[in-house]
């Protein structure tokens, strides 16, 4: 089945405590299915984690009797935990991620000094994907598409006439991803974007996260012709001039995510968490100064 041909069901699952959604798209009730950018529930007070978001991903993937071939990862997100490892240990299937990840591996093992046998290699995954390399779901084939700028090894996954975009772009009214964090660049996230707009009009857009205006409700799909038109950050019109100029403006009036240090440390690592110590506790390090 080619990799444009086909409309396959996405069902989105919003988790409100990070803003996030996780995606789960199959071609109907008894298919394969893949898993896209999941959560896992973390308390930044207690430390303490819980599987309630993940736990809905798992009831509507046994409801619906699909067989899970793939847990993958846009990129190691900043603003949530992934639920990689538990999904995959419910419901089976392969962690994968963009191969960029292992530059973005070697940069955040330096800021949180981490222990001499983390590999940057990306090992951590079950499968690293290249640029435009193919996806097989069951029958369904989909392929990757490297879009950089938010962080050097965002990728967005494209099955049918349904892109999962990650933090590339977000709704019409919301705009587009910050480029702050080590290894992003506006001017790349610029080119990303234009790539992703450069597919059919009506191709489906779903983003990784919504944060809605006022009075608007929770919304998480688009479409390359909305976004073209109304994206307030990177419509039709806007020169890369002025989208980097915006988004360096921007970005340095933002806040740090509130759950980033946890985050990475978790992500750069598929979900797992790091080497429990002599007293079988796991522990995450906060760097000082350092971000």
Known sequence: MSTDAFTPQVHG?????????TYVVHQGQGTACAIIDSVLDYDPKSGRTRHSSADKVIAYVRENQLQTAWILETHAHADHLSAAQYLKAQLGGKTAIGDHITGVQKVFKG??????????????????????????????????????????????????????????????????????????????????IQKILSLPPQTRLFMCHDYPPAGREVAFESTVAEQRAKNIHTHEGISEDQFVQMRTTRDATLDMPVLVLPAVQINIRAGQFPPSEDNGVAYLKIPLNAL
């Open 111 to 192: 800021i949180f000094n981490l222990e001499p046998s983390f590999a940057c290699d990306g090992s951590q995954f079950d499968y690293l994907f290249a640029d435009g390399e193919q996806i097989g779901v069951g029958a369904m084939q989909g392929h990757t598409m490297l879009v950089p700028g938010h962080t050097p090894a965002c990728v967005a996954y494209r099955f049918g006439d349904a892109v999962f975009v990650g933090d590339t772009m977000f709704m019409p009214d919301v705009g587009s991803a910050r480029c702050d964090f080590p290894g992003g660049n506006a001017r790349h996230l610029y080119a990303s």
């Open 13 to 21: 699952i919003f988790d409100k405590a990070t803003w996030t959604v």
